[in-house]
């Protein structure tokens, strides 16, 4: 077998009818086909440059500069329509004004407004603060705006300040002993400080005038051994007033110390004699 | 005459009136002169039983001074008697360091002893001359009462 037949044998298996086909060219022209066939070509492409050169959509030169504007025309035309209906129907007389600006100024009016407005809050303030000024101080109100701070014309060209510079203190170099002198220093003036102190604060007291006179009344009664003899000028109502004022109980003192001395009555007295207790006391004289 | 007796008879009632008042008066004041002396006894005594120079004098007393004085703000105030010594003891107590300074710490605790005693010694003389007073007044006869008390 060689390979026409297996192409046949493929081709049959793929299209039973393509191969069937007898052999026959099927793609014929005629004779003089290719003679005219390039002015044919040549002819066609042109009429195919000359269909693709004339576009149908085409708009006139300049067309969409103008577009926006015409567009907003329309719009605001249509719009101004309905607007104005509108504005008819609520107010006539604005209605009326149209599109006119009202609010005009002169064409100067914004040069001078400035100064205009400024001037007016002067005036009002000015007079608030006068007010004010002549009732706190006439004098100070009638200087007004008057620079008052004025120097003589070349003041400060001739004058001339000192030097300012600033001193410049150079620090001495610490040495041991300098140091240990500086706290000596400083520890000995603590010491006297704290002696000082202590001194002041621990100051004996000085006999006032009235004890120093006791005290010598004192020296004497020492002295003379009189003790004893001044002791028996002082009376018994001054000795018991002297205990009192000094916080003794003297009555109970005195029937302590009677106690100690004499014998108390027997217990069995209180028995018989409620007034046992009374008699004991005026025994000793011990009561008031 | 009944005239002449009234008048007398209001004249001896001012006279009697007058005499209690001054007397109340002796029962509630301390004579200033004999309160005095009584204080001058007590820097005698003190003294002398703490053997005090006069160097430590000049220092003591001072202080002392100051110490009295607290101790008779105390006295007159209208404490209760608990209170009263309470204060009284911290007084004491609070004094202590300035006496000690001057004193020394033995010496200190004998001043507040002998401060007592001097104290026992004016209560042992007024219960001397109660005891004589009343020796005095005792009439001449034996004595009524049922049983004797020793005495000292």
């Known amino acids: 077998m060689n390979e026409r037949d297996y192409i046949l044998t493929e081709l049959k298996e793929i299209s039973a009818t393509v191969a069937a086909l007898p052999r026959v060219n099927v793609y014929t022209v005629d004779a003089a086909y290719f003679n005219g066939v390039e002015a044919e070509l040549i002819a066609r492409i042109a009429a195919d440059n000359l269909y693709n050169t004339q576009n149908s959509f085409s708009v006139p030169d300049g067309y969409f500069e103008g577009l926006n504007n015409s567009i907003f025309d329309k719009i605001r035309a249509t719009e101004n329509n309905e607007l104005l209906d509108e504005m008819s129907q609520l107010s006539t007389t604005i209605a009326g004004i149209g599109n006119a600006n009202v609010y005009s100024v002169s064409p100067t009016y914004f040069l001078a407004v400035s100064n205009t407005i400024l001037q007016s809050i002067y005036a009002s303030e000015s007079n608030e603060v006068l007010d004010e000024m002549n009732k706190l101080s006439p004098t100070v109100a009638g200087i007004g705006n008057k620079n008052v701070y004025t120097a003589p014309q070349g003041y400060f060209d001739v004058l001339r300040f000192a030097n300012t510079e600033a001193p410049v203190v150079r620090m001495q170099k610490q040495t041991a002993v300098r140091s240990f002198f500086k706290y000596a220093v400083a520890a000995v003036v603590t010491g006297l400080l704290g002696i000082s102190v202590y001194t002041f604060v621990n100051k004996p007291l000085k006999p006032d005038v009235q004890t120093a006179a006791l005290m010598k009344q004192a020296d004497e009664i020492i002295k003379n051994n009189s003790f004893d003899a001044m002791l028996e000028t002082i009376s018994d109502k001054d000795l018991e007033k002297y205990l009192t004022n000094n916080g003794e109980d003297v009555n109970a003192a005195l ?12 217990a069995d007295d209180y028995l018989f004699d409620d007034k046992t207790l009374d008699n004991f006391l005026n025994e000793n004289n011990l009561k008031n | 005459m009944k005239k002449c007796i009234l008048y007398l008879s209001f004249v001896l009632a001012a006279f009697t009136a007058t005499a209690q008042v001054s007397e109340m008066d002796d029962q509630e004041q301390l004579n200033p002169k004999k309160e005095k002396d009584i204080e001058a006894l007590y820097i005698a005594y003190v003294s002398k039983q703490l053997n005090l120079t006069p160097e430590e004098a000049q220092k ?21 008697e608990i209170d009263r010594e309470q204060a009284v003891l911290n007084i004491k107590k609070k004094y202590v360091g300035n006496f000690n300074r001057v004193l020394g710490n033995e010496r200190c605790n004998n001043f507040y002893r002998q401060d007592a005693a001097f104290r026992e010694r004016l209560r042992n003389r007024l219960k001397e001359m109660r005891q004589k007073r009343r020796m005095n007044n005792m009439p001449q006869q034996g004595p009524t009462r049922r049983r004797n008390i020793p005495q000292r």
């Open chain 1, 255 to 266: 029937v302590a110390s009677t106690a100690e001395d004499v014998q108390l009555p027997n």
């Open chain 2, 60 to 80: 003591f007393w001072p202080i002392h001074a100051q110490y009295n004085e607290e101790l008779k703000t105390i006295n007159k105030s209208n404490l209760n």
